[in-house]
């Protein structure tokens, strides 16, 4: 079975200050991760996703993450924040093969502070 | 290009009323379709997904059920609300190795 595990609920971050949003998977085959944020009230929008080309993948926004198969990780930085990136991410993987099922993470409110 | 609506935005039910929630995807064929439920501090819930017409698999038991009478149309039903089916509903797609792309959500309360 695949999961993905979001370490913090809320993290706070000063203006201009480093984001670093914490995303480990479990699967049992080589995984799709994706980063999504969400805006009150809104749908998700995909800001990033890894399906296993390079393992450094860069989305919109500024945003990045890694894939570190070594410590089943997928994190998510941004070197500055910025007022505007508060919301709530969500992290979530899928398997390929069979119904390609997408399972997320509980999500973390990422609070800027001014 | 591809694009999915979901509707109503807002829904304000009496517990014990009949639920229809509809959700239909243009400019793709045979996608992956998605029933998840965000309550307060829990995150997303998967409720059910489907990969064709007529084949619904329901994640939790609860009180809801889902169908999917057309290729690009996915619907989720209840017979009586209860107070703890509030939420908000999000209904996604997806094709195979791609990402699942998002409606804009359905407000639910029940009172």
């Known amino acids: 079975a695949q999961s993905v595990t979001q370490l913090g609920s809320h993290v706070s971050v000063s203006e201009g200050a480093l984001v670093l949003l914490r995303c480990n998977y479990s699967?049992?085959?080589?995984?799709?991760l994706f980063w999504y944020v969400q805006y009150p009230n809104q749908g998700l929008q995909l800001l990033l996703k890894?399906?296993?080309?390079?393992?450094l993948v860069k989305g919109i926004n500024g945003f990045e993450a890694e894939f570190k198969k070594s410590e089943t990780s997928f994190h998510l930085t941004k070197p500055s924040a910025h007022m505007s990136d508060a919301a709530e991410y969500f992290c979530?993987?899928?398997?390929?093969?069979?119904?390609?099922?997408?399972?997320f993470g509980t999500g973390t409110k990422l609070q800027v502070i001014p | 290009s591809q694009t999915i609506h979901q509707w109503p935005a807002t829904l304000v039910q009496p517990v014990g009323s009949p639920l229809s929630l509809e959700c239909t995807v243009e400019?793709?064929?045979?996608?992956?379709l998605y029933w998840y439920r965000q309550a307060a501090g829990r995150g997303l819930q998967l409720l059910f997904y489907?990969?064709?017409?007529?084949?619904i698999s329901s994640e939790v038991p609860q009180n809801l059920s889902a169908s999917r009478p057309q290729d690009r149309q996915f619907i989720l039903s209840s017979k009586k609300l209860l107070l703890s089916d509030s939420g908000f509903y999000l209904c996604?797609?997806?094709?195979?190795?791609?990402?699942?792309?998002f409606g804009q959500g359905t407000r639910l309360t029940v009172v």
């Open positions: 996604a797609w997806s094709l195979g190795g791609s990402e699942a792309f």
């Open positions: 699967s049992s085959v080589p995984p799709y």
């Open positions: 890894y399906t296993s080309a390079a393992t």
């Open positions: 979530a993987v899928m398997v390929s093969g069979g119904y390609q099922k997408v399972t």
């Open positions: 400019g793709t064929s045979n996608p992956n």
């Open positions: 489907s990969v064709g017409i007529g084949q």
